[in-house]
DNA sequence: GGACCTTCTGGGAGCGCTCTCAGAGCTGTT
DNA sequence: AACAGCTCTGAGAGCGCTCCCAGAAGGTCC
C-alpha cells in the first residue's frame, strides 16, 4: 500500500525499475499520521449542542408546541408568529431530531432494501445500480431514505431481522427469493410490508398468502427473441437457459417452449449465466445438433461466450447461426462481435415499481379502511427487442 | 404494463401474433385488485404493541436499569437475573427501539453513503456493487447500517444536507467530487466526519483542511500498463484518456507521461470512458500517427470501442497494435476480441477501506484525546496488470 | 352586553431508552 | 459486633419531539 498525504506522488517516485506494490494492502492500522495532526475533533465533542425545537420557540417567543406546528407545515398557526419561527429556524439552523421525531410518530420515512447476495445475480450484473437509482428516485420524491442490507452469510440474516425489528424503517424492498428464503416470514414477523423484487422461487407453505412482486415479462421476453429468430426464417433454433432454479431462467426457457411446444430436447442447454458456461452450453450444442441455425441465451453473458464458441468453430454470425441474448447490458451487448440482438429490460423501471408499490401499501396503511386503494398486485415489466448484427 | 395475480400468464395469452406491450407503463394506480382482498392490514394498526424494555424488566422481575444493561451486554449483572432477563427477552421477542436508544445516546450505529451520481461514472460502470459490498462487509462487521443517499439533481443536494442534518447518521462516506462540491462542506457544516472514495476534484478554498480519500493507483496502474507495453518492445505508444476533468483520467495520464516524459502529444486523445469515445479516440490517433504500434485505454470500455475500429482499420491485435485497457471489468475484458490485457483494480477493498477509515475517525473520537489513535491518511490501492492477449 | 362559537396557543404528558446516583445487601476486617 | 468497602440493583431524570386538550382571544348574534 502507499500512503500519502502529498495530493499527488512526486513524479520522482517513478524510479526506473517500478517496485510493484503488493496487492495484500496492510490494515489502515498502519496508516502514517497526515503530516501534521488534525485539530482536536472539537466539531462534535461536545456535539456542539444542535439547536431544538426548545430553542426555536424560545427565540421566536411562541411555546413548543407551536415552533412544532410551523416546523411541520404550519397549518393553524397565524402568519405573523409562522413567519417568526421560521426566522428562528433560519437563525438558528435548526433540524428537525429525526430519532425524536420517530419515536413518537413511528414513522422512519426510510426503507429497507434487502439484497441476499450468494443467492442473486445482483453482484454480477450492472443492473444492481439501475434497480437502486429507480427506487431511488421514487423514494426521495416521496422524502423516504433507503437503507441497504446486505446478506452474505447465514448469520447477516439474525442481523437483518434485528435491524428490521428495530423498528428503524417502515416498509422492505426484498431482492430475487429462493426458495424457503426466510426474509417474507421475518418481515412479516414484525410486521412490517414488503414487495419483490423478481418472482419468487415458488410459493411453498410460508406464502399462501400471496407476495406483491414486480419482476421483467422475461416469459414474454423470450417470446419475442424467438419470434424474431423465426421470423427470419430459423428453423432450428437452440436455447441456451440459465441456471433452472432460478425463476428468471425458468420463465425464459418457458417462453421459448410457448413458441416451440414440440422442440427438439437436444436444443436446449443449461447455463449459469456466465460467458464461460455459455461457451460450454454452445459447444455442447453444437456437438448435438451441428445444425442448428439460431440460438437463443438467456443472458448477454452467456451470448457473448457462446459467439466466442462459434466464432472458434467457423461457424459465421449471423450468416450461419443467428444469436439473441437477453439483459441488453450496454457494455457487453453492443460491444460483441458482432454486436448482439437481444432482449432489453426496464431495470430501473422495475426497481421504481417496487418502490411505489410498497409506498402505497404504506400510505394505505395509515388511511381509512373503506376508500381506501385497492391491495396493490404484483406487477410485470414488458421487455423489448433490440436488434443489432447478431439477428438481422 | 401486464398485470397478474397469477403467478405465470397461460400459454394461452401466447397468440400467434404478439401484441407487444407497450413500454410506457401505466402508473400502478391503475393495478387491479388481486383476486381476493387482502386482510386488513391489522398486522400493523395498531402496530401490535412491540414489547419494550419496561415489559421485558416487568417479566423478568427486575427494574427497566437492569434489563437495560443485560440488553446491553450484562455487565455487572449477577447471572441468575442475567438468564431471567434473556429468558424474558425471548419469549416476548423483544428487540430495541433503535430510534429512543439513538435519542439518548446520539449513536445512530449508521452511516451514510453518498453518490453525486452525474459527476461519477458511478452508473455506468459496474463497480458500484462491489464499493457497496465493501462497505457493507465492514460496516456490518462493526454492525453499522449503510443509508444510501443520491444525489441527480441540483436540488437533492437540500435534501441531503437536511438528512445528514437530522442527525440520523454518525458519519459519511462521498463519493468522486467534482470541483466545489458542496457535499464535504455541508458535512462539515452539521458535524460529521466523513471520507472521500476517489482523489477528489482539487482541493479549492473550502478544502486546505485536508481531506481524507481513498482511492486506486491510478497513476502507478497507467506506468504499469506503459512499462508493460515497452517491455513488449513496443515504442509509439498511444494513449486514450478519460475525461481531464476527472482526477482519475487524470492520474492515469500522468501515470503514462511519468514513463514517456518525451512522448509526442500527438499520441495523446481524449475519450469519455465509453466504447464509441474510445472508439473515435482511436480512429484519430490513428489518422495522426498511423505507425502507432500500442494503445493503452483508460478504461476497458474505451479499450472495446478502440478495438473495434483497430480491426475495421485492419490492424490485427496484438501483432501490429497491443492494447491494454483500465479497470478489468470481468464481462467487458475476458470477452473482447482478443481478450483484454488491462489494469485491475481492487474496488471492494476501497470501499472496505473508506468503511475503515470513517470508523476509525467515529472511535477516536469518543475515545481519550491523549492515546487516541492518529488521525487517519488518505490511502492509496495497488493496482496490477492482468495479461491476456491483447497484449501478450 | 352577554352567551356562544371559532380560531389560536401553550402546558404537559409521554414515546422507549440510557445512565447517574443513591442505597440495599454482602463480605471481610478489626 | 460494628463498620468499611464491595458489588448489585432500581428510582428517576431526561433525550427532543408530537399531539391532546384546556383555555385565551377574538367574533358573531340576539
Do not use: C
Not at 410486521?191 to 411453498?204: A, E, K, Y
Amino acid at each position: 500500500m502507499i500512503e500519502r498525504s502529498e495530493q499527488q506522488p512526486s513524479a520522482a517516485n517513478t524510479g526506473g525499475t517500478l517496485a510493484r506494490p503488493t496487492h495484500e494492502a496492510p490494515p489502515p492500522s498502519e496508516a502514517r499520521p497526515a503530516s501534521e495532526a488534525r485539530p482536536t475533533h472539537e466539531a462534535r465533542r461536545p456535539p456542539e449542542a444542535r439547536p431544538t425545537l426548545e430553542s426555536v420557540a424560545e427565540r421566536a417567543g411562541v411555546s413548543r408546541a407551536t415552533a412544532s406546528r410551523v416546523v411541520n407545515g404550519g397549518a393553524g398557526v397565524r402568519e405573523a408568529l409562522r413567519e417568526k419561527v421560521r426566522q428562528a429556524v433560519d437563525e438558528l439552523g435548526y433540524a428537525p431530531n429525526l430519532a425524536a421525531r420517530t419515536l413518537v410518530t413511528r414513522r422512519n420515512q426510510a426503507i429497507a432494501v434487502v439484497v441476499a447476495e450468494p443467492e442473486s445475480r445482483i453482484f454480477s450484473d450492472p443492473f444492481f445500480a439501475q434497480h437502486l437509482r429507480g427506487i431511488s428516485r421514487e423514494l426521495s420524491a416521496a422524502d423516504n431514505q433507503m437503507v441497504l442490507l446486505m446478506i452474505e452469510e447465514q448469520r447477516d440474516y439474525d442481523r437483518v431481522g434485528r435491524y428490521l425489528a428495530g423498528g428503524h424503517v417502515d416498509g422492505v424492498l426484498l431482492f430475487s427469493l429462493h426458495r424457503s428464503d426466510p426474509l417474507p416470514h421475518i418481515a412479516r414477523r414484525v410486521g412490517l410490508p414488503f414487495v419483490v423484487g423478481g418472482r419468487p422461487g415458488w410459493s411453498g407453505a410460508e406464502s399462501d398468502r400471496e407476495l406483491v412482486y414486480v419482476d421483467s415479462d422475461n416469459r414474454g421476453g423470450a417470446r419475442l427473441a424467438v419470434q424474431h429468430l423465426r421470423e427470419l426464417g430459423r428453423s432450428r433454433i437452440a436455447t441456451i437457459t440459465g441456471p433452472l432454479d432460478q425463476t428468471s431462467s425458468i420463465d425464459r426457457l418457458d417462453g421459448y417452449r410457448d413458441l416451440l411446444p414440440d422442440g427438439d430436447p437436444e436444443l436446449i442447454a443449461e447455463g449459469d449465466f456466465t460467458p464461460d458456461g455459455g461457451g460450454r452450453a454452445m459447444a455442447a450444442l453444437l456437438a448435438r445438433r451441428p445444425d442448428l441455425d439460431a440460438v437463443f441465451a438467456a443472458s448477454d453473458s452467456m451470448a457473448s461466450g457462446a459467439l466466442r464458441v462459434l466464432r472458434e468453430a467457423g461457424r459465421r454470425v449471423p450468416q450461419d447461426v443467428a444469436v439473441v441474448g437477453f439483459d441488453d447490458v450496454e457494455s457487453v451487448a453492443a460491444w460483441t462481435e458482432p454486436p448482439l440482438t437481444t432482449v432489453r429490460q426496464d431495470i430501473e423501471e422495475m426497481g421504481r415499481l417496487m418502490a411505489r408499490l410498497l409506498l402505497r401499501q404504506l400510505s394505505g396503511e395509515s388511511g381509512p379502511a373503506v376508500g381506501r386503494p385497492a391491495a396493490p398486485t404484483s406487477v410485470i415489466i414488458p421487455t423489448r427487442l433490440v436488434e443489432r448484427d447478431s439477428a438481422r
